[in-house]
């Protein structure tokens, strides 16, 4: 097996829930000598114990065989620290506000690290009233095409999910500055800042529109 529980995620656990090594090793019914072996890297917890070791330590099986304790941070609920995830195998999008285990398809799934937009995946933005209005010039075919367009702010995500043989257009209400991601089912994720000075410089027809002036 590739990944299984480690010492050090069994013992950071343990000691973050103020338990001892024998108050660990009575509620499994193993000695303290078998728990003391697993967290100095002895000896592995049999697989008939993980179910019961996860509960004692008040986490999912999956945690404790990625092989790292696991640590709910305080990310200050901002969106713009968000990961996202794909599956490969169903297409499948998962949003995650920090770090996580995410499974799909019988598939551990990394995060994906979004690269800046390059020729092939920027957007155009334009502004309708209070809409965002991007669009993409990017191949929409059944073998290359765009899954999804994202514009994430401070506090909220925004998706568009996209189909081969659409059109590579979204609208999203417009709440402030924030990043523009695309996904490309053969080149991964792309993101696009979108601030205030762009919205005020790309409003169609706002640079040339002469000022209205009330009849005398």
């Known amino acids: 097996m590739d990944h299984y529980v480690t010492g050090a995620a069994i013992r950071a656990l343990r000691e973050k829930y103020g338990m001892t090594q024998a108050e660990l090793a009575a509620v499994l019914c193993v000695s303290d000598k078998a728990v003391s072996k697993w967290e100095n890297g002895r000896g592995f917890p049999d697989v008939s114990l993980l179910e019961p070791l996860g509960r004692a330590l008040r986490v999912s099986v999956a945690e404790l065989l990625c092989g790292q304790a696991i640590v ?9 620290k968000s990961r996202f995830y794909v599956c490969p195998v169903c297409g499948n ?34 502004w309708v009233e209070d809409e965002l209005f991007v669009c993409a010039d990017h191949p929409m075919s059944k073998e290359h095409y765009l899954s999804f ?53 790309n409003q169609p027809g706002r640079a040339n529109r002469p000022e209205q002036r009330n009849p005398t």
Not at 103 to 118: M, T
Request: glycine content about 6%; aromatic content about 10%.
């Open 93 to 126: 999008v998962m949003l995650t506000r920090g770090e996580a285990l995410i499974s799909c398809c019988g598939i551990q799934l990394p995060a994906l690290e979004a690269e800046e937009a390059d020729g092939a995946h920027t957007v155009k933005a334009e």
């Open 149 to 201: 367009a994202a514009f994430m702010t401070a506090d909220r995500c925004d998706m568009k999910t996209f189909y081969p043989e659409d059109n590579a257009e979204a609208r999203f209400f417009w709440r402030g500055s924030g990043w523009l991601y695309l996904y490309c089912n053969r080149h991964g994720l792309f993101r696009q800042r979108i601030d205030r000075a762009i919205r005020q410089t």
């Open 72 to 80: 709910n941070t305080n990310r200050a609920s901002n969106m713009l």
